[in-house]
């Protein structure tokens, strides 16, 4: 009887513990912010209260990660799940930046990771007293199955995501190192014959999902009607954003096509004396994380919509019109060139799609949700072209803009999903539109040729009336004879499969 009352009470006291863990391990998850169920919150609990008399190693790895998750609370609690940006902003020892990140922090933020390790620290000391198996085989066993549900139940996932992530982060950083340079361009002339430039750069669209290239729906109203040219024959230098963009921005090398950023299009425009801008709706993990951001950085003003804290929201494209309106009211005798970095039809496609934004789309079948997102996603791109020149427009000022997409995408089924992909590539993949409007535009016309990316910069030349050293008179993106093929580029467009535009409203 007695021994009873003891095992009972022992169980009671047993119950207290596991709960206080599970109370803990709630609090944890919540700020690890991410969806936090009951199974995941009983499983983290089960497995500390078994690791307070683990070996040393495996109380030793909890505490890693506790701590871990202590550090992120209030992180978490506010911006949500670790990001790739808040990882690379933290390695990055950019002082206004961490205090522009904590000033909102009110004291019991700073006090919580502390207040949490204090809670833990008391329950540990429970945990080492609570004995619930006398056999260690079976202690060990208990120990296993509780980690493997809660690595099931993903309740370490925001620890071994926020690895994963750091390490890609210190990888880029590692790579990008080089990209410091010092402008090369020698500029003999500067006559632009517009005030204000506009250049966007869209993302994943292939110009035969585009009704301006004859697409038979109505995703592009904007674009098929408005006075200037649209230009068939465009082709992307890469499959993917940056090496496409790298050999777009710059002037690459005439023979290896590498990209040479001492010649890049915003130190050309600076070297010329525009007002140069950048406003980009694609990730920024640091000054150097990718090469495009890299250039774009070079722009005496610059903005990225997910910088830093605000990385794990998503934004819309439209929401770059403010910044771009507000460059052109601000007071600048020089002309201005403005670029705009689209996050366009770039994966997770769906997630692209506004509701304050036109849409399209009338697919029914789930397995083709995905490309009727794209043409959704098209046709925002062209109102977002739309109210681009409506602003230019607005204020009164002569104005030129200037649209390309870095490259296109290839559908595919997968797992009976209908995809668009960026590998393996199809041979419409790099097929990518290119189109010029502007305040003097009369008529709405298409010129059909050849041009590559690599001759993207000699065009920007031209287009914004400057001449170097390096080409002293640069030739028309659009008017100019067809760039000759490339074999290579050829060769490679032949070997892979036709992809034509599929019919997807019929799904
Ligand atoms: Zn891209």
Redesign the pocket.
């Known amino acids: 009887m007695k021994l009873s009352s003891e095992n009972l009470h022992c169980a009671a006291r047993a119950l207290l513990v596991f709960a206080f863990g599970a109370a803990l391990s709630w609090l944890l998850l919540k700020g690890a912010a991410y969806p936090v169920t009951a199974a995941e919150v009983l499983s983290l609990a089960a497995f500390l209260l078994l690791a307070a008399r683990a070996p040393a190693a495996v109380r030793a790895l909890a505490a890693l990660v506790l701590a871990a998750y202590c550090l992120y609370f209030p992180v978490g609690l506010r911006y949500g799940i670790v990001s790739e940006g808040q990882i690379a902003s933290a390695l990055a020892t950019d002082a206004r930046e961490a205090s522009e990140f904590f000033g909102t922090f009110g004291a019991l933020d700073f006090a919580s990771p502390a207040l949490l390790a204090a809670g833990l620290a008391l329950f540990y000391l429970c945990a080492r007293r609570v004995r619930l198996f006398q056999s260690r085989k079976l202690f060990a066993l208990a120990l296993v199955l509780a980690a493997a549900a809660a690595f099931e139940t993903k309740a370490f996932h925001p620890f071994t995501h926020a690895a994963k992530l750091a390490h890609r982060v210190v990888v880029e950083r590692g790579n990008l190192k080089h990209m410091d340079w010092t402008p090369a361009w020698k500029v003999l002339s500067v006559r632009p014959a517009y005030k204000n430039y506009v250049l966007v750069v869209g993302?994943?669209e292939r110009r035969d999902y585009m009704n301006a290239y004859g697409y038979p729906e109505d995703d592009t109203p904007y674009m098929s009607k408005a006075p200037g040219i649209v230009y068939e024959g465009f082709t992307a230098e890469g499959d993917?954003?940056?090496p496409?963009?790298t050999r777009t921005l710059t002037l690459p090398d005439p023979k290896s096509l590498q990209p040479r950023y001492e010649y890049n299009l915003v130190d050309l425009a600076r070297a010329a004396g525009f007002a140069t801008s950048w406003f980009s709706n694609q990730g920024y993990v640091s000054p150097f994380d990718t090469p495009v951001t890299a250039i774009g950085a070079r722009s005496e003003r610059s903005r990225w919509l997910k910088f830093g804290r605000d990385a794990s929201r998503n934004y819309f494209d439209y929401e770059l019109l403010p910044l771009v309106e507000a460059e052109l009211e601000r007071d600048d005798p020089r002309p201005k060139l403005i670029v705009v970095h689209l996050i366009?039809s770039?994966d997770d496609i769906c997630e692209r799609v506004s509701d304050k934004l036109p849409r399209i789309s009338h697919v029914k079948d789930p397995a083709w949700r995905i490309p009727g997102c794209y043409l959704d996603t098209i046709r925002q791109t062209d109102a977002v072209l739309e109210r681009l020149s409506g602003l230019l427009q607005k204020k009164g000022e002569p104005w030129s803009l200037l649209y390309f997409?870095?490259?296109g995408l290839t559908l595919a089924r997968r797992r009976g999903v209908m995809r668009l992909l960026?590998s393996p590539a199809g041979r419409e993949h790099r097929d990518i539109p290119l189109f010029l409007t502007s305040s003097d535009a009369k008529e709405h016309r298409t010129i059909r040729g050849l041009r590559y990316g690599s001759s993207f910069v000699e065009g920007f030349m031209e287009w914004t009336g400057v001449s170097t050293r390096s080409i002293p008179r640069p030739k028309s993106l659009f008017l100019a004879p067809p760039d000759p093929p490339r074999p290579e580029a050829e060769r490679l467009r032949a070997s892979r499969p036709d992809d034509p535009p599929a019919d997807i409203q019929s799904h």
């Open positions: 993302e994943s993917n954003t940056i496409s963009l366009g770039h997409s870095d490259h960026h």
